[in-house]
């Protein structure tokens, strides 16, 4: 149809160390959702600024669409929970094919870091 | 691997999104997040407002996450058409006037073509309502050497043994016989009219209908006389809504019907009757008993209609083919005297021998006339909206500058026609029901099956077809030029389209052309009607019709079993009505001249020649009412009493045919025809002792059939033809100087002491019954009338809006004219010329239109031809006429354009 006119999707584009390749913060989402086990956004997000050594600073607000996207593609899932605080949010965990999924995109990204770093090393 | 449940789980999920239904869980979601955020700021010590501060800074845009996600999560197809929506209705609203002028056509024209469709979908397209009707077949006995019309009787032992050999039938069934004469089905106190059909136990389930209540009828296994359906009876919805409250217990109960008690077994459902072409009276079935009757081929034998159901890929040929060799050996069984006449058999399909093919021609006739207003109204909302395209050119172009792609700007003004012409299909069907109930009683004298006003599955299928193909029809076009139009001409200010608004004029006029011929042809066929209803209305009928009024009795004949209705019921009524304030004559007669119903057909033998003839009875006061006059001999009057000599009248044609002397009709008054008892050793013969000048008898437009009356006044319960004289159908006719509204409730008053049956009668006028004489021919001509009419309004509008724009657009060019010298008489000329082109080249195309289709009218033609000259004139006269009157109007203030003014303007 006409994706050409939808307001393209907010990348993960603010950051401290430049603009997040894309793709990545999925990455980063699922991860975190391996490492934790099931999450609210919030919680997501926090980590993800956390685990980047607070060099990530994301507008949280674009952890939304990455989990609709996620979700949509059976990656990962949503339940109404409560949260620590005693509210109530939603919170998401890994499927079984997020997990396979965590599997290959590593793989991918290590591939192209390899490759990257192997130009890195020779414009020096 | 996703699996399909997954896959169904989430498109469920994105139309939800898409019409918004998941907006407040994304809402929550958000609100949440922002809410741990601020506690968790909360914490490390900030104040209340710097927290919440933080937690909006750090989440980034609400808004634009928002909709992101709703794009995402949605469907944006969807999203994106429940927008256009949006934006179409509040275009829709800002401009009312064209809103509705749009709506209002499409609405005339859908609404149109709706209704002719509902009434062709009720007749032709489902015209049974039974289980997969195309399969049943109407099988009857016919005489090669005798063709038309099926041989008398049809009995049972034939169909048992077509039963019992053929292989191309799943069943079959037969009807007939029913209960005799009038039947009322009597309940607390008050007497329902019902007709009652005897069928065989097997009718239903070979018709695929189960009752909607309780069951049909049972097979009887054993041989004749064990029945299992003894003084059952199953009744139509109708009926059980009607007169029994449509109670639901009625099951195993009691009704009566005329002196005898039935028990109810089943009720049909709604819609169900049967024959198909049963009108008006509602019906219920009995079981046929087979009796003595039934057990011998001969003309005392019972006759029935019978119908198969063919077995499923059994063409109808093959089914011919089967039956005819079956035939071959089964006719062998008749007496030698009776074979030929029954040694074939006619396969026809039953849907098929509904309807005849002249009402089949005329209703697909309308229907087109019907589709062609359709197209006009399509057509003229084109034109409105290309105009209006051009008005928008600089809204579009400049959203198209912003960055709209072409298909979005087509696709946004698809939209718009989609809901303009929504909005006009929900109006058309409102219309076409209204039109159908409006017209029904035209409807029911042309067609001959029912037509319910309420639309069917097949009619909605119809409306949805018509509304979307209008859209597509009427934006196509201007979508595509506005969205081609060049950007920057339309964007500079002022800036006038020159080229391309001269070939768009051009596009636009050949519309308003097409238009004019179109309407040519509807004004054509609307001319040929009316000037054949105006033919009906000259055609001398041989007697007087002003100040009649005619009742059709519902005569209870039940009452007066083993009585005499001639002496005990007609004579005392006739007695009151005679003196009744304003009455001059009053007579009773079997049926009135030219009304459809009850028609009694006679064979007999007079002197080793077969005669047929139609068959009355009449009172001496007849001739009164109706001044028929005496072409020789007398009429009867007081003198003939049951105890003087029988005496018959006869008709022109009746005389004309078997007269003695073939060239002295008159020869006939004298001689002896039928007898009246039963009697063999005496007869009692009647003398025909006058003969009537002809009348049309069925209809104006066909000939005088043969007709004997008899004299009413000297049947008794022992005349041979007193059931079917007396008990069957009888007309009351009354001539007054009062007005109708008067004496029709002194009446009416008069039948309901004779009789409480009597109170429901019909009375109508006798104008009104020659008016619907001609039913079908007024059906066709009110419904043209309202197609021509509509369509020169439509044409003269289209014509007028164009011209009107045109002016408008050129006001300067015609300005500098002006101011330069030009007369203003050119000016006018120039516009009139434009018009006129346009109507000559239109009324050119429809002249030829008018001619070629011409032959579609003929069924109901009467008195002129399909391609009468005159009428084509007179429509073409008259199209052009009005169209250069729409056109004098914009062309005059096209002339009265101030120089001054209009260069100014610029």
Request: some cysteine; proline content about 5%; glycine content about 10%.
């Amino acid at each position: 149809m006409d994706e050409a006119e939808l307001p393209g999707a907010p990348a993960a584009e603010a950051t401290a160390a430049g603009p997040l390749l894309q793709g990545t913060l999925d990455l980063m989402v699922l991860k975190t959702l391996e490492a934790m086990g099931p999450q609210h956004g919030y919680g997501i997000a926090r980590r993800i600024e956390q685990t980047s050594g607070d060099a990530l600073r994301l507008n949280q607000g674009t952890i939304y669409p990455a989990l609709l996207r996620l979700r949509q593609r059976g990656w990962i899932r949503a339940e109404w929970g409560t949260s620590d605080n005693g509210r109530r949010a939603r919170f998401y965990s890994l499927t079984r094919a997020g997990e396979a999924q965590i599997a290959e995109e590593t793989g991918n990204w290590e591939r192209v870091a390899a490759t990257m770093a192997r130009f890195l090393v020779k414009s020096e | 691997m996703r699996s399909l449940w997954g896959t169904v789980r989430e498109w469920a999920s994105r139309v939800a999104a898409a019409f918004g239904w998941r907006d407040r869980e994304m809402d929550e979601e958000l609100a949440a997040h922002l809410a741990i955020a601020e506690e968790e700021h909360l914490r490390r010590g900030m104040s209340p407002e710097e927290a919440r501060q933080a937690a909006l800074r750090e989440f980034g845009g609400v808004t634009q996450v928002r909709e992101t996600m709703r794009l995402g999560e949605g469907l944006p197809f969807l999203e994106n058409l429940r927008r256009d929506f949006g934006y179409a209705l509040r275009q829709m609203r800002k401009s009312p006037g064209f809103t509705a002028t749009v709506i209002g056509t499409l609405a005339l024209g859908i609404g149109a073509a709706a209704a002719m469709f509902t009434v062709v979908d009720h007749v032709l397209l489902q015209p049974a309502p039974y289980r997969d009707a195309g399969r049943l077949v109407a099988i009857s006995e016919v005489n090669p050497s005798q063709p038309g019309g099926a041989q008398w009787p049809l009995p049972w032992l034939d169909i048992e043994q077509w039963r019992e050999q053929s292989r191309s039938f799943e069943q079959i069934a037969y009807s007939g016989g029913g209960l005799d004469g009038r039947n009322f089905l009597v309940h607390h106190g008050t007497a329902m009219e019902v007709s009652a059909e005897g069928v065989s136990s097997n009718l239903f389930s070979m018709l695929g209908v189960d009752p909607t209540l309780g069951r049909g009828f049972l097979t009887n296994t054993g041989s004749a006389g064990a029945s299992r359906n003894n003084g059952t009876i199953v009744l139509s919805y109708d009926v059980w809504k009607q007169a029994l409250g449509g109670d639901r217990n009625i099951l195993g109960k009691p009704v009566q019907i005329n002196n005898k008690v039935w028990t109810v077994i089943g009720v049909m459902p709604a819609g169900f009757r049967y024959p198909a072409d049963t009108y008006g009276t509602p019906q219920v079935w009995t079981a046929i008993e087979l009796g003595k009757q039934d057990q011998s081929r001969s003309n005392d034998a019972n006759g029935y209609t019978v119908l198969g159901r063919l077995r499923p890929g059994v063409t109808l040929e093959a089914a011919r083919a089967e039956m005819a060799a079956l035939q071959k050996r089964m006719g062998q069984e008749w007496p030698a005297d009776l074979r030929q006449a029954h040694s074939h058999v006619q396969l026809e399909r039953y849907t098929g021998t509904l309807v005849d093919k002249d009402v089949r021609k005329a209703l697909l006739a309308l229907l087109a006339a019907a589709g062609v207003l359709w197209l006009i109204a399509s057509l003229n909302v084109t034109n409105l909206l290309l105009a209006r395209g051009t008005a928008r050119a600089r809204e579009m172009a400049m959203r198209r500058a912003l960055g709209a792609s072409r298909w979005r700007i087509v696709r946004q003004m698809m939209v718009e026609g989609l809901a303009l012409s929504m909005a006009a299909g929900a109006l058309g069907i409102g219309l076409a029901a209204a039109s159908v109930k409006l017209l029904a009683h035209e409807i029911s004298q042309s067609v001959p099956l029912p037509v319910p006003a309420r639309p069917d599955s097949w009619i909605l299928l119809a409306l949805v077809g018509l509304t979307v193909t209008s859209a597509l029809l009427s934006t196509a076009w201007p979508a595509l030029v506005t969205a081609r139009a060049p950007l920057e001409p339309a964007l500079k200010q002022g800036g006038l389209q020159s080229g391309q608004s001269r070939r768009h004029h051009r596009m636009r006029g050949v519309l308003v052309a097409l238009e004019v011929a179109m309407s040519l042809t509807l004004l054509m066929g609307c001319g040929l009607l009316l000037r054949t209803i105006y033919a009906l209305e000259h055609v001398p009928l041989g007697f007087r019709t002003d100040h009649i009024v005619v009742a059709h009795l519902d005569i209870p004949g039940y009452r007066y079993a083993h009585r005499d209705l001639t002496t005990e019921l007609y004579g005392p009524i006739l007695e009151r009505v005679q003196h009744l304030h304003g009455v001059q004559s009053a007579g009773l007669m079997t049926t009135v001249p030219l009304e459809h119903g009850f028609n009694m057909w006679l064979e007999m033998d007079v002197k080793g020649r077969t005669v047929k003839s139609m068959m009355k009875a009449a009172t001496p006061g007849v001739k009164n009412v109706f001044g028929f006059p005496m072409a020789a001999g007398r009429f009867f009057d007081a003198d003939d009493t049951p105890a003087s000599q029988p005496v018959v009248v006869v008709n022109e044609a009746f005389a004309r045919e078997y007269s003695p002397d073939k060239h002295d009709p008159a020869s006939i008054l004298g001689t002896k025809l039928i007898g009246t008892q039963r009697n063999k050793k005496n007869p009692a013969y009647t003398q025909v002792i006058g003969i009537l000048q002809d009348v049309h008898q069925g209809s104006i437009a066909s000939p005088s059939y043969p007709e004997v009356e008899v004299c009413l006044t000297q049947t008794t319960p022992n005349s041979t033809f007193y059931t079917v004289l007396d008990e069957i159908a009888m007309d009351l006719a009354v001539r007054t100087r009062e007005p109708e509204g008067v004496v029709v409730p002194e009446i009416r008053d008069v039948l309901r002491q004779a009789s409480p049956e009597l109170a429901g009668t019909k009375i109508t006028t006798m104008d009104q019954v020659v008016e619907d004489s001609y039913g079908s021919q007024r059906l066709a001509a009110h419904l043209l009338e309202i197609f021509g009419g509509s369509a020169l309004l439509l044409c003269i509008a289209g014509l007028y809006g164009l011209l009107a724009y045109v002016v408008n657009q050129r006001t300067r060019e015609l300005g500098v004219r002006i101011a330069l010298g030009a007369p203003r008489a050119n000016v006018l000329w120039l516009v009139m010329r434009q018009a006129g082109a346009m109507l000559l080249a239109g009324v050119a195309v429809g002249c030829g239109m008018a001619l070629a289709s011409g032959h579609l009218a003929q069924g109901f033609l009467y008195g002129v031809k399909a391609h009468d000259g005159w009428t084509l004139a007179a429509a073409a006269v008259l199209l052009f006429v009005s169209g250069m009157l729409a056109a004098y109007l914009p062309a005059r203030r096209a002339a009265g354009v101030d120089p001054m003014e209009a260069l100014r303007s610029e």
